[in-house]
DNA sequence: TATTAAATTGAAATTTTATTTCATAAGTGG
DNA sequence: CCACTTATGAAATAAAATTTCAATTTAATA
């Protein structure tokens, strides 16, 4: 598990090292950015040590030059820690989670953003321009992009209907007029739920749209138009499926906005209006609710 | 609207670059990966040019020398696109709006985990623990975030309910027991129907954590605990709340995986049960699906 | 503990790279 | 077409990186 990041590489490394390239280290650690602007021979006297350690230290941690390591860390200084999906074990520092966290949602977040061509995102805008009205589904985690979707889309007076009982969805799928858009959320692409309401939807000629991860699988082959996002390791057994979720919101993300540039002024409006209309109803309620909290209203200094 | 990029500061004044700058600046918009492993004079020489022209390109696009164009390049080179917060506008690129989304997001999730100390996190996963179950609110988006936190949870097998309806979720909250947390979640942190859930918790002595968004709000300060998330600027309006939702799920995130090394052991276990079992569920499912599913087979073959 | 081999270290020499200088060439406006 | 400005690269210089090597420390062994 060799990781890329010089700041881990000097970690693992750092018993094997002698005693000036520690001294070195230590800077190289706690310091990148000043080390960054540093020559060898300042980093030598910085640390208390020689030019030719300096480069000794370079090699030791297996960077070829001086310069190099110092493009190495600018290079990492604003780059998220990307380890291809690395896990997080317990005995792991606050700071790393962190790291880690956002390390692995950006990696998601971007590698689905690549997966995603053009012309599939034309395709998936136009039937969604094309329908009178929208259906989502999904089930577990999978509800909460499928309410997203229906969320953003209603905002801007795109009808979008997140109906989680199937039942009733079911019911509205075969009575919907032409044109309908189905569109069915499940990271595996196997759920037998969307799979059935993906089925309806075809025999009654509606247009539909899957939402899965990468790779072949059942929904994604019995779409009209398949949107995937990016399939995460084995890492994803653990961190309970939070960067598929989070893979699944970039990409509704860029569905919407683009779906939004396409008609830019009219959608502005509608999202106006409605952001109006909300505050308009917070202030109506924030009355009404004075009372009922008055009876419960505790002391404003907290404990 | 200086931009630091290199990218955008040789576009924006290539105009007044000289020819055999402009040679140089080619190579630098178009393969800066390369230019980043060259010489001064390997660069001159790809360019058709000398190294004083290098040198002279550098300073021309306010950057003091060769060197210090490198290490930009490689500081830019897998660093997100982030420009505080860019609005997304009508005439942009797909691959620019690509690049603006992940940089939103990016920034968001980055400042927000910047933004919680490790005290109140440390707190935070106190009350979680010491609590016999939890209920979570939010509404309109904030209610993905509170549907996440209880999915999240109860995966592990700690009882988190997200009840949407107001009324339930009061008489829910009026004969909880001691200890029972209460998360609110509202990005304003003025929510009334949220305001008002926590007064009724604190009423009856319950414990709340509060997730709003950055600064001083109604919630925030009523809350025994408050997290928060980062407050994203006026571009927020018009990209209708995209980059203060995934501020709040990389909130959950942290708050999930902390808690769940706290307990490394049993939560893990606790996963992977709750894993199978969904597994397993779905093979069952599947079976009987196939019937129904049968009944509205379309053909294999797409359109 | 004494002795020797191995490893570590920095000063100085060397090499590589960056930068400046300056003479020449290419434009530009009159 | 001339005077004058600007642009350019060759060569000189300066700065930085790297290597060499002798001195020194450390470790190993008798």
Known sequence: MKSKHVHYRVKSIYDDLTRSERKIAQLVL?????????????????????????????KSIGIPSFPD?????????????????????PDESPEDIKNKLLGNAYQ?????????????LTSAIQLISAAPFIYVYGIGSSYLVAENIAQKFNRIGKVCICQPDVHLLIASLTSAPERTLFIGVSNSGETSEVLALNDLAKSRHLHTISITQFGANSLSKQA???????????????????????????????????????????????IRTSRESVDQYKQQTTKKNSKFR?????NKNKA
């Open 108 to 120: 998601a977040m971007k590698e689905t953003i690549q997966l995603v061509d053009d012309e599939t």
């Open 30 to 58: 706690n310091e990148p950015e000043k080390v960054i602007k540093m020559t060898a021979s300042e980093l030598a006297k910085a640390s208390d040590t020689s030019p030719a350690s300096v480069i000794r230290f370079c």
């Open 294 to 298: 008055q009876k419960y209203k505790t």
């Open 69 to 89: 390591l110092k493009l190495q860390l600018s290079a990492e200084k604003d780059a998220p820690v990307v380890q291809q999906y690395t896990d997080i074990s």
């Open 224 to 270: 009209d138009l398949s949107l995937q996002t990016v399939k995460s390791k084995e890492a994803e057994l653990r961190s309970a499926a939070t960067s598929s979720l989070t893979a699944q919101f970039i990409l509704t993300d860029l569905l919407f906005h683009t779906y939004v540039l396409k008609n830019y002024d009219e959608n502005m409006a509608s």
